[in-house]
């Protein structure tokens, strides 16, 4: 598969494909292939062999060049500030995990659990998982011992188990003496389907002996039991204990095994990054001494999601978002004879910020893109460098204004790539480029729909402006 695999890389190597393009390609096409063997084979695969994958991965979206924004990144998902390029190591943990939910299936269940299970007797598959492993016994079947080493794994790191392991059965639990004593005292709850620790607590109570009889036929004869069963849960476990203390993958289990879209909820949880924003956050706020928080940072990964149907205006989107362009003062950092000012001619250093904003030249050219959109709107929009570089628009505007405004606001940007290491901007030039956005898109027609504006002056407006 291996050798398949970068023979497809190789083959697609020469094919001029954007950037986006080259990543689509890969969740398209390599990744369904790989998320099959992952699924149908339950052994473990050595880590470098993912390493090796994604290396190679990188090698065919990035090219020749040197990568210019980091890995960490590129596998963030776009709601989080990334470009959702797979991760095969996190792909290979949420297949298996997907797979193992499946000890809980309570109808359709597969053949392979079936056989595993008979192969575990006396041991209950079901509870394996929430056993601690030094109490589960020797696992004769290896396919098991895989998947149960894994479990244990990953479970404590991506908090994949409650503390409380709601979903064992205290019959199981090694901690509730009395069922290790005489395990068959308790057959009748486990026959009336009371056996898991969940099944007793509703809210933050435990519930009484009489309403877990209006729901069984448990005789009042069990009432010793139930005190033991209830002190076990109060005394060792706590009673906050309840169906709304799952993690995600007890609530998995619990509700229906079979859902779609498993693998792709557990490969968000196991990749989701901690509460921290990408390292070129900070930069763009300090560079444009913008105060943004969570919140924007939000705002501004949707709408760059959005801002175009065409992949390579929305491309150039990213690529100012995540600071793709070399500056010159970047490139003067490990070309040390290299001019750091700004090639228009201003005779400032050449950052990020300078290039894209706050060069004269720049700053005339901006001025002049708000005054178009100014005009469209019919409203003045003062320019603004968080609105044109990352997209953050006004909360008072529509759906339909915001994709607007991110079509002129696109052109702009690559108006300004396309002039890159050139003395001027062209303003014909963004304006044509804003024109054919409007006209070959859908945006212009949604925008007449939800606003009062005369179409003629509307379309008259975008193909004479």
């Known amino acids: 598969m291996l050798k398949h695999l970068t023979a497809l890389l190789e083959a697609w190597r020469p094919i001029c494909t954007s950037w986006l393009g080259r990543i689509a390609a890969v969740k398209m096409s390599l990744l369904p292939k790989l998320l099959y063997l992952y699924r149908v084979l339950p052994i473990p695969i050595p880590p470098y062999y ?38 095969f190591m996190g792909y290979y943990h949420a297949a298996q995990l997907a797979q193992i939910t499946l000890f809980h299936a309570q109808n359709e269940i597969p053949l392979w659990v079936s056989l595993e299970a008979i192969d575990l007797h006396p041991l ?16 004769s079947n290896p396919i098991t011992g895989h998947s149960l080493k894994l479990w244990d794994k990953l479970r404590g790191p991506f908090k994949l188990q409650s503390p409380h392991s709601p979903l064992l059965s205290f019959l199981d639990h090694p901690n509730f003496y009395p069922a290790q004593i005489s395990p068959n005292s308790f ?8 056996s898991r620790i969940r099944d007793f607590v509703s809210g933050s109570d435990i519930k009484t ?35 709304d203390d799952l993690s995600l993958f007890e609530g998995i289990c619990n509700s229906d095994p079979h859902a779609p879209g498993l693998i792709s909820l557990l490969y968000a ?69 290299y001019p750091a000012n700004c090639f228009r001619g201003c005779n400032e250093q050449g950052t990020h910020a300078h290039i894209w904003w706050s060069c004269s030249i720049a700053q005339e050219f901006w001025a002049a893109i708000f005054q178009i959109a100014s005009t469209l ?17 006004p ?20 108006t300004i790539a396309r002039a890159w290491k050139t003395p001027k901007l062209s303003l014909a030039e963004a304006k044509n480029r804003i024109t054919q956005a409007m006209i070959h898109s859908n945006f212009i027609e949604d925008y007449i729909k939800s606003t009062n504006f005369d179409p003629l002056y509307v379309r008259r407006l975008t193909i004479h402006m």
Request: proline share 8%; aromatic share 8%; charged share 15%.
């Open 395 to 414: 909360s008072d505007f529509t759906r339909s204004q915001t994709r607007l405004l991110l079509q002129l606001t696109t052109a702009a940007k690559q």
């Open 377 to 393: 709107f019919q409203h003045p929009i003062e320019p603004d460098p968080a609105i044109a570089l990352l997209n953050l628009i």
């Open 50 to 87: 993912h390493r090796i994958i994604q290396t190679r991965v990188s090698k065919y979206i990035w090219g020749p060049i040197r990568p210019r924004v980091s890995k960490t990144v590129l596998l963030r998902s776009k709601t989080k500030g990334g470009l959702g390029l797979p991760n």
């Open 269 to 337: 949880h196991l990749t989701s990054p901690p509460n921290n924003l990408p390292p070129y956050t900070a930069q763009w706020s300090a560079d444009l001494a913008l105060h943004l928080d969570t919140e924007d940072w939000s705002d501004i990964w949707s709408n760059t999601k959005i801002s175009s149907q065409n992949i390579i205006a929305q491309e150039a989107n990213y690529k100012v978002l995540m600071r793709w362009y070399l500056v010159p003062a970047r490139i003067a950092k490990f070309l040390p004879n």
């Open 124 to 139: 209950n598959i079901s509870n394996l998982l929430w056993l601690p492993p030094t109490t589960r016994g020797p696992i």
């Open 209 to 243: 002996f009489a309403s877990l009889q209006n729901l069984t036929d448990i005789p009042n004869t069990e009432i010793f039991r139930f005190l033991q069963i209830s002190h076990f849960i109060r005394t060792t476990i706590g009673t906050h204990t309840s169906l």
């Open 187 to 194: 057959q009748i709850w486990h026959r009336a389907g009371l």
